[in-house]
């Protein structure tokens, strides 16, 4: 049979895993595709090459072609979001110099570590994330801002390519960082720094790379995207199963990926992290999903959060940026092409960010849903719809 080559643009991080097991699972040639994976240094090389037409598809920050549809980042191609990727997997950690300084703390405790670094910070915090519209930015202004130090004006944020936070911490460059696993683990690992919090303790459940595509290639090509969605979808689910990792960290830690150790990549497919150089280890419970929870699915309030966040950081229309994030997580478009293939589908689009303690089961178009706990750290609520 004939494939059809699609190229798709990825940075080396572990939440690529459901491209690089679509393609070397052979779930893309079920579809007649091929996948053809383009490694990138940083998110910009990613969001150009896709808006520019060098990549077909592309693994992207959840909150980038939300900044492109509000005017943001000086790129006008318009992208969106045709399903979720992974839900959570970053780290925050600090310089040994800052960690010092630092009382001994629980590692998912957002408030009382929050409150901590705010105390030990006696000059400006330079903090390294991927990329300015990035929720690894998203959620540091948020967890600083709420723990009393206003994000961004009181703090210094720098923009590091993943595979180069533990050069930028070395070189001094950086206090701080938040960043996609491995490169938080490779600090520690060549003895730079320390793990003080998991992404997912100031969001419980953060949208945080997307399936990407320019929306008139999506409009254009509606048999293809379809095919990729599944293709990418069944590569999410079989991530999902019970012993999976081993065989996906030997996949990612391939050179053509991310090039490193088999066991720095199983540390974050199964939350064990090595927080310090001395060794000590903590054990996160869903430290990255890409599949349970209804992970994929782009719910429009994640994009519209996303949008709120931005807009009120920037002196923007709040309800003007949340219209234009609806259309950017193409819930529409998941639904038509995932709902004959087993994919659970939510009775509607948008729900309630931050309200779910507990694992909920909730109503769906075929079958029961688990919604899995969805938290803010402070207990703040989203509600899209009092937003208006």
Known sequence: ?????????????????????????????????????????????????????????????????????????????????????????????????????????????????????????????????????????????????????????????????????????EAGEIDAFCVGEPWGSQTVERGLGSLILPGAAIWSFAPEKVLAVRSDWADSEPELTGRLMRAVWRACRWLGQNGAHTTAAEMLGHRAYLDLPSDIVDRALTGRLVISPSGEIRKVDRFVEFF???????????????????????????????????????ADLYRRHLGDIG???????????????????VAAAQERLILSSNQFFDDEIFDPGAQQ
């Open 343 to 361: 994919a659970v589908l939510p009775g509607a689009s948008d729900k309630i960010e931050g309200g779910i303690v507990h694992d909920t089961a």
């Open 292 to 330: 349970s929870g209804i992970a994929n699915f782009p719910w429009r309030s994640q994009s519209a959060w996303i949008a709120c966040q931005m807009a009120g950081r920037l002196g923007l229309d709040r309800n003007d940026a949340m219209d234009r994030a609806r259309g950017v997580f193409r």
């Open 1 to 169: 049979m004939s494939l059809t080559t699609l190229s798709v643009a990825f940075v080396p991080l572990v939440d690529a895993a459901p491209l690089v097991v679509a393609h070397e699972m052979g779930f893309d040639r079920e579809e007649g595709l091929s996948l053809d994976l383009v490694r990138a240094s940083s998110w910009s090389s990613v969001r150009d090459m896709l808006a520019f037409g060098r990549v077909d598809a592309a693994h992207l920050l959840s909150p980038m072609p939300v900044a492109m549809a509000l005017g943001l980042g000086g790129v006008s191609s318009q992208l969106c979001a045709l399903m979720v990727l992974s839900v959570n997997g970053n780290v925050v950690g600090v310089s040994n110099g800052l960690a010092a300084k630092l009382p001994d703390l629980p590692f998912g405790d957002a408030r009382a570590v929050g409150a901590a670094l705010v105390e030990a910070s006696d000059q400006t915090l330079r903090i390294g994330v991927p990329f300015p519209f990035s929720m690894h930015a998203e959620l540091l202004y948020y967890w600083l801002s709420a723990s009393g130090l206003p994000a961004p004006q009181s703090v210094e944020v720098r923009t590091v390519p993943p595979p180069l936070m533990a050069d930028a911490l």
